[in-house]
C-alpha cells in the first residue's frame, strides 16, 4: 500500500497563490508543468477555481506550458477511487424512496421515531422526515456506520427509547436499501462502503490533498488503500507541527487548548448590523488607495449581513460580489414564485399585493391591461376596503383594472387552480406552462444581472421537476399545486449562481472561503458565537451528545477546524480585522465568539474588558441641523417652484403651512401622498371618516333632536353597522372588527353627551356646510377660501349658534390646545370657520366655536367651547393673511422641524431631525381640492 507523504506548507501569504507554486514546482519539466495526472483536492470550491487561476497566471508569467490537473473538493473524491457497479441514484430518487418506505410504513410503528408522526395526506411532512433520514444515513456513511451499527451499541443510548429509536431506523434504512436495490440503482454512500469493505479502492493518479484537515472516516480509509498516490500539502504554522495526525486532519483536543495570540490583530465591538457593515466601508476606505482592490477582502460568515453591506457599499459607489455567489432564495425570480405560492395558497390580499408589485408580474400585466398606473386604484382598494381576502366581488365600478388584474392573474393559473391531488411530477408540465404564462415573450439575457438570476431559477426548476417526473410513479406522493411548487422551490433554496466577474468588485467570502482567497488585508464582521464557530445543527436524531460518541461532526470538531482556520488567517494577512456585534437584525442581545478568548489568562481578562466593560462602538449617520442655506439640504430636495400656488385655500391649509412650508407644498401643490397596500387596519384619518360618516347621517335623521341616549345609542349602532357593510369588504382584516367596536363605544359616549346638549336647548340646524366665495385680503392680494363645516347648531332662543367640528383624536384636546403653542398659533382652523360664516345670518359675535371629543379617554369628551376673546381672535385672522399672503407669493422654503408623529408621508423625503412629543390630534376636516 505504501504511505502517505506529508508536505508542510508556512503560511506568510496569500495560501492558495504559494500551493500553486508548490504543486508547479514539483511538475515542472523542460519548460512544461504537467498535471494531468493529478487530482488536486481543496476544502472548498472556491480554492479550487483561484488555484486553477494561479496556475494559468503562474505558467502564463513563466512562459510555461501547463496541462491543468483535476481539481476536486473533499466531497467529490471518494468516487474516483472505486469502480461503480451500477448507476448512481440521485437525491432527488433517493429522498423518494425513503418518503416511500415510510409511506408504506404502519403508523404505529412509526410512533417509534416521533410522537406525531406524518399523517397519511401529509405528504410534506413525510418527505421533511425523509430528508432528515436520508441526512443521518449520510453522516454515519461517512463515519461507515450504519442505523443498524448503531442500534446495537448500547453504550450509545441514554434510555430504551433511544434503543427503539434507532432499531425502527434500521429498519427503514434496511428497506431502503432494497428498495433501491430493486429499481436497479445504487445508494452512492452504501457503495463507497462496499469499496472499502472489499478492498475495491484504487487509482492510477497522483492525489495531492490541500488543507484537508477534517476528512471522514470513510475517506481515511480510502486514502489508506490508495496511500502510494497520496501527498498532503498541511498549510501550518511550525509550531503546530503536532497538532495533526498521520494523514494532515486536526488533534481535535490539541487544537481545543491551543492559544491563539491576537495582539496583531485589529478587534472591536459595535452595536448593530448597520454598524458592522459600516466598520468594513471604513475598513476599505483605509487602504484603499494603498492596496490593490483584489488583496482586499470581507469576510461575512453571516449572509444575514448581506442586506446592510450592499446598502452601505451602494452608497459609497463600491462594487461588491459574494465570492460563493447569490443563494437562489434571495433573486427575484425565487421571490416571485414564493409570493405566487402565497397567492394560490391563500388569494389573501396582502399576497395579491405582493404578487403584482413584482417587477416581473406587474410589467406583464402592464402590458396585458394596457395601462400601467393601476396600482393606485389597487391602493385606494386596500384602503377604502381593508379586505383580509379576494374573492369574486372584488373591486367596484371604479376599480374595473383591479378586476382584470385578478382575472388575468387566475388565467394565468388555470392549470394550477383545477383543484385536486395529484402524483408530484404530474405537476410538471402545468407548472413549466404557468410560468411561461407569466414570462410572455419577454426575452432574457444572460449577461443581464437580473436576468442571469431569473434564468438560473427557471433552470434549477426545470431540472428538479424533470428530474421528479422521470421517477416511477409509485415512489411519488400525491400532493396539490401549491405544496408541489413549494417543494421544489425548498430543493432549490441553498443553490447557488456565480457572480458575473467584475475586477472592479470587492469580495465577499464565507467564513470557510476566506482563509483561500488572495487577500492580504481582511476584515471579518460577525465574529460571534454563533457564527464562528458555527452553531450546532437542532437535530433531534443526532443530538451532539451522540455525535461525539459516534465520531460524526460535532461541536468539539467545529472548534477545531475554525480555530486552525483563524490561525491561517492570522499568518497570512498583514492586517486583520475582527468585528463582533451587539446586537442581531432584530434587536437580540449577541456575544463575541469563543475564539476571541482562547487565549492566555491575563490576555483572556484584557479582551473581556475590551468586549464588556466598555461600550459599542455606534457608526451614526448624522444628520445636520437644519440651516436655510444649508448646500448639503439644497442638493438632496428639489426648491419649489414659487409661480405655483393653489386655485384656493381651506381652513387647514393653515395648519400645515405652519407646521412645515415645504410639506404643504409638497402634499397641497405637488399633490404627493403616500400610496401603498402595507394597511393592516384603520389609521387615524380613516377611523375619523368612518365616525364621521356615521355621525353626518345621524345629524341628517329623524333622532338628531332626541333627548333619549338609548334612542340615540340604538340608532347610532345601526348606522355603525350599516356604514361598516358598505364600506368593507365582507371578508375584511380582523382587526376592523375590533376597532368598530372601539368605535361603537365612542359613539354611545356621544349619545350621553349629545342628549345632555338637546337637553339644554341646541338643535342641529345645518350639517356638511359649504361657505364658498369669500377673499382673504393680505396686501395686493385677494385669496378665494372654502371651508365644509361640520355641524352648525341653533340654540332655542333663536340668536346663538355654535360652529362645532367633530375630533376623534386621542388626546382629547381643547379648541386653545390644540389651537395655541405657548401663545402662538399653530392652528387657525375654528377661527377661520368663523371667518367665513361672519357675514352670513348673524355677525361674528354671535357665534360661538367648538370641539365635539370623542377620543379613548371618556372623561375628555363632550362638547368643549372656546373662550376666544375678540381681540385673540382677530389676532388669529390677522396671522392668516400673513400665511395667505406667503403662499400666494410662493414661499414654501425652507422645511421646518416638525414634531416626531407616528406617521409622516415626508419622513423618507426629507429625513429632518425630530423630536418626541406626543401626537397631534386626528381631526375630521373638510376634503381639499
Request: charged content about 30%; proline content about 7%; glycine content about 6%.
Amino acid at each position: 500500500m505504501g504511505t502517505i507523504r506529508i508536505e508542510t506548507l508556512v503560511p506568510d501569504g496569500p495560501i492558495i497563490a504559494a500551493a500553486a507554486e508548490r504543486i508547479a514546482d514539483r511538475h515542472r519539466r523542460a519548460g512544461k508543468v504537467d498535471l494531468d495526472r493529478v487530482v488536486v483536492v481543496v476544502p472548498a470550491a472556491s480554492a479550487g477555481r483561484r488555484l486553477l487561476q494561479r496556475l494559468i497566471v503562474l505558467c502564463a508569467d513563466r512562459q510555461e506550458e501547463l496541462r491543468p490537473p483535476r481539481i476536486v473538493t473533499v466531497g467529490g473524491l471518494p468516487e474516483l477511487l472505486y469502480p461503480s457497479r451500477r448507476p448512481f441514484a440521485d437525491d432527488i430518487l433517493q429522498l423518494f424512496v425513503w418518503s416511500a418506505v415510510l409511506r408504506e410504513m404502519p403508523v404505529e410503528k412509526l410512533h417509534d421515531l416521533l410522537a406525531a408522526p406524518p399523517r397519511d395526506d401529509d405528504a410534506e411532512g413525510r418527505l421533511d422526515l425523509a430528508a432528515s433520514l436520508q441526512t443521518v444515513h449520510r453522516e454515519l456513511a461517512g463515519e461507515t456506520l450504519s442505523m443498524r451499527d448503531v442500534a446495537e451499541r448500547s453504550e450509545v443510548h441514554a434510555s430504551e427509547g433511544d434503543r427503539r429509536r434507532w432499531a425502527r431506523m434500521a429498519e427503514i434504512q434496511e428497506d431502503y436499501l432494497a428498495r433501491l436495490d430493486r429499481l436497479g440503482f445504487w445508494d452512492r454512500q452504501t457503495a463507497r462502503r462496499y469499496a472499502i469493505d472489499h478492498g475495491e479502492c484504487a487509482t492510477d493518479r497522483e492525489l495531492i490533498l490541500v488543507a484537508a484537515v477534517d476528512l471522514s472516516r470513510s475517506i481515511r480509509r480510502m486514502l489508506e488503500q490508495v496511500a502510494a498516490n497520496v501527498t498532503v500539502l498541511r498549510i501550518s504554522l511550525a509550531e503546530d507541527a503536532d497538532r495533526f495526525d498521520e494523514l494532515g486532519c486536526l488533534i481535535e483536543s490539541r487544537w481545543a487548548r491551543r492559544p491563539l495570540s491576537l495582539s496583531d490583530v485589529t478587534t472591536e465591538t459595535v452595536d448593530s448590523p448597520d454598524d458592522q457593515a459600516t466598520a468594513a466601508i471604513e475598513f476599505v476606505a483605509e487602504f484603499a488607495r494603498s492596496v490593490p482592490r483584489e488583496s482586499l477582502s470581507i469576510g461575512m460568515p453571516d449572509e444575514g449581513l448581506w442586506p446592510y453591506l450592499q446598502r452601505r457599499a451602494e452608497s459609497c459607489d463600491l462594487p461588491i460580489s459574494s465570492a460563493g455567489g447569490t443563494p437562489v432564495r434571495r433573486l427575484p425570480a425565487f421571490r416571485f414564485l414564493e409570493s405566487l405560492l402565497d397567492w394560490l395558497a391563500t388569494r389573501s390580499f396582502r399576497s395579491l399585493a405582493s404578487l403584482v408589485r413584482h417587477p416581473l408580474v406587474y410589467e406583464r400585466l402592464c402590458r396585458s391591461l394596457g395601462h400601467t398606473a393601476w396600482l393606485g386604484e389597487l391602493d385606494r382598494h386596500q384602503r377604502r376596503h381593508l379586505p383580509a381576502s379576494v374573492d369574486t366581488q372584488i373591486g367596484g365600478p371604479d376599480e374595473t383594472r383591479v378586476v382584470r388584474a385578478v382575472a388575468t392573474l387566475d388565467e394565468w393559473c388555470r392549470e394550477l387552480t383545477a383543484g385536486g391531488t395529484k402524483p408530484i411530477g404530474a405537476w410538471c408540465s402545468a407548472w413549466l406552462d404557468t410560468l411561461a404564462e407569466f414570462l410572455g415573450e419577454r426575452p432574457l439575457d444572460k449577461d443581464d444581472p437580473a436576468d442571469r438570476g431569473t434564468l438560473a431559477v427557471l433552470q434549477s426548476l426545470r431540472d428538479v421537476w424533470r428530474a421528479i417526473e422521470a421517477l416511477p410513479e409509485e415512489l411519488q406522493p400525491r400532493v396539490d399545486a401549491v405544496r408541489a411548487q413549494r417543494w421544489v422551490l425548498g430543493r432549490i433554496a441553498g443553490e447557488r449562481v456565480p457572480p458575473i466577474p467584475d475586477p472592479r468588485a470587492l469580495g465577499l467570502e464565507g467564513w470557510l472561503e476566506l482563509p483561500w482567497d488572495d487577500a492580504t488585508h481582511s476584515i471579518v464582521l460577525s465574529f460571534n458565537e454563533g457564527c464562528v464557530p458555527t452553531a450546532e445543527p437542532d437535530d433531534p436524531l443526532l443530538p451532539n451528545p451522540l455525535r461525539r460518541k459516534l465520531g460524526i461532526m460535532h461541536s468539539g470538531r467545529r472548534y477545531a477546524r475554525d480555530a486552525y482556520y483563524l490561525t491561517l488567517l492570522v499568518a497570512s494577512r498583514r492586517r486583520l480585522s475582527l468585528v463582533a456585534g451587539r446586537r442581531s437584525a432584530t434587536g437580540d442581545p449577541l456575544i463575541p465568539a469563543r475564539l476571541w478568548f482562547a487565549d492566555e489568562p491575563e490576555a483572556i481578562a484584557t479582551r473581556a474588558l475590551q468586549v464588556f466593560d466598555r461600550p459599542p462602538l455606534a457608526y451614526l449617520t448624522p444628520e445636520a441641523p437644519y440651516e436655510s442655506t444649508s448646500p448639503e439640504l439644497r442638493g438632496r430636495l428639489p426648491l419649489p417652484d414659487s409661480r405655483r400656488r393653489p386655485d384656493v385655500l381651506t381652513p387647514t391649509d393653515f395648519r400645515s403651512y405652519l407646521a412645515c412650508p415645504y410639506r404643504f407644498y409638497l402634499s397641497r401643490i405637488c399633490r404627493l401622498s403616500l400610496s401603498d397596500d402595507r394597511a393592516d387596519e384603520l389609521d387615524g384619518g380613516e377611523f375619523g371618516d368612518l365616525m364621521h360618516d356615521v355621525l353626518k347621517r345621524f345629524g341628517s335623521g329623524d333622532r338628531k333632536h332626541s333627548k333619549d341616549p338609548a334612542q340615540i345609542r340604538e340608532r347610532l349602532d345601526a348606522l355603525l353597522t350599516d356604514e361598516v357593510s358598505r364600506r368593507f369588504a365582507p371578508r375584511h382584516l380582523p382587526a376592523v372588527d375590533l376597532q368598530v367596536e372601539q368605535l361603537r363605544l365612542r359613539l354611545h359616549d356621544f349619545a350621553d353627551h349629545q342628549a345632555a346638549w338637546v337637553e339644554q336647548g341646541w338643535k342641529i340646524e345645518s350639517i356638511e356646510r359649504t361657505f364658498d366665495g369669500k377673499q382673504l385680503v393680505s396686501g395686493a392680494f385677494e385669496i378665494p377660501v372654502r371651508g365644509r363645516i361640520d355641524r352648525i347648531d341653533l340654540h332655542r332662543d333663536g340668536e346663538r349658534r355654535v360652529l362645532l367640528d367633530y375630533k376623534s383624536g386621542d388626546r382629547g384636546a381643547s379648541p386653545d390646545e390644540a389651537h395655541r403653542k405657548a401663545g402662538e398659533w399653530v392652528d387657525l382652523q375654528l377661527p377661520m370657520y368663523r371667518w367665513l360664516v361672519a357675514d352670513d345670518q348673524a355677525p361674528a359675535s354671535a357665534w360661538q366655536l367648538g370641539f365635539i371629543v370623542l377620543g379613548k379617554d371618556r372623561t375628555k369628551n363632550g362638547f368643549k367651547l372656546a373662550e376666544w376673546e375678540p381681540s385673540v381672535l382677530h389676532g388669529a385672522i390677522e396671522r392668516a393673511k400673513e400665511i395667505a399672503g406667503r403662499i400666494w407669493k410662493g414661499i414654501y422654503w425652507p422645511p421646518a422641524e416638525v414634531k416626531r408623529e407616528e406617521f409622516d408621508d415626508f419622513a423618507r423625503i426629507l429625513s429632518l431631525p425630530t423630536h418626541d412629543v406626543t401626537p397631534d390630534e386626528t381631526t375630521m376636516d373638510e376634503a381639499t381640492t
